[in-house]
C-alpha cells in the first residue's frame, strides 16, 4: 500500500513543505547509511497563523442629540470625489438644516496619516465629524 504523504501530513495539520528537508522513509536504507541523525525521531511545527494580539475594544463617541446650532467638520482624506461628496452633504444641510455650520477640511497625511492639528481644532470647535474616506 502506497501512502501519499502530502494527504496524510495536511490531514495531520502540518504543511507538506516539511518534507522538503527531510528523506523519504521509503527509499532503501542503505542510502541512508551512516546518517542516522538525518532521520529525525520528533518534527517541530509551526502553526502559520500564529496568535493574533488581543483586541482593545474603543467605544464610539456619544451621540449628539441634536444638530441645531452646532458644527459639523467635513472631512476628507483626499481620496478621488470625496470632495464633491462632501460638498453635497453642506449642500444638503444648508437646504434641511440652516441651523447647521459646516466646515470642509482636508485632513494632512492620506487615508492613514495623522492629523493631530486638525483633531485638536475639531475638539474645540466642532460638535460632530463626518470622515469621508477613500475605497
Not at 3 to 26: C, D, E, H, Y
Not at 100 to 112: D, E, H, S
Amino acid at each position: 500500500m502506497k501512502i501519499n504523504r502530502r494527504k496524510l501530513l495536511s490531514l495531520m495539520g502540518i504543511s507538506p513543505a516539511v518534507l522538503a528537508g527531510m528523506p523519504t522513509f521509503a527509499e532503501p536504507a542503505r542510502k541512508h547509511a551512516g546518517k542516522a541523525s538525518m532521520i529525525p525521531g520528533k518534527v517541530e511545527v509551526v502553526n502559520p497563523r500564529g496568535f493574533p494580539p488581543a483586541i482593545k475594544l474603543i467605544p464610539m463617541a456619544p451621540r449628539v442629540p441634536s444638530l441645531d446650532g452646532k458644527t459639523v467638520w467635513l472631512v476628507s482624506d483626499g481620496f478621488e470625489g470625496a470632495d464633491r461628496f462632501l460638498n453635497q452633504i453642506a449642500i444638503w444641510f444648508q437646504k434641511n438644516m440652516r441651523s447647521v455650520k459646516t466646515i470642509y477640511r482636508l485632513k494632512a497625511g492620506g487615508l492613514a496619516g495623522d492629523d493631530p492639528k486638525l483633531w485638536a481644532e475639531i475638539k474645540a470647535q466642532g460638535s460632530a465629524m463626518i470622515m469621508a474616506y477613500g475605497h
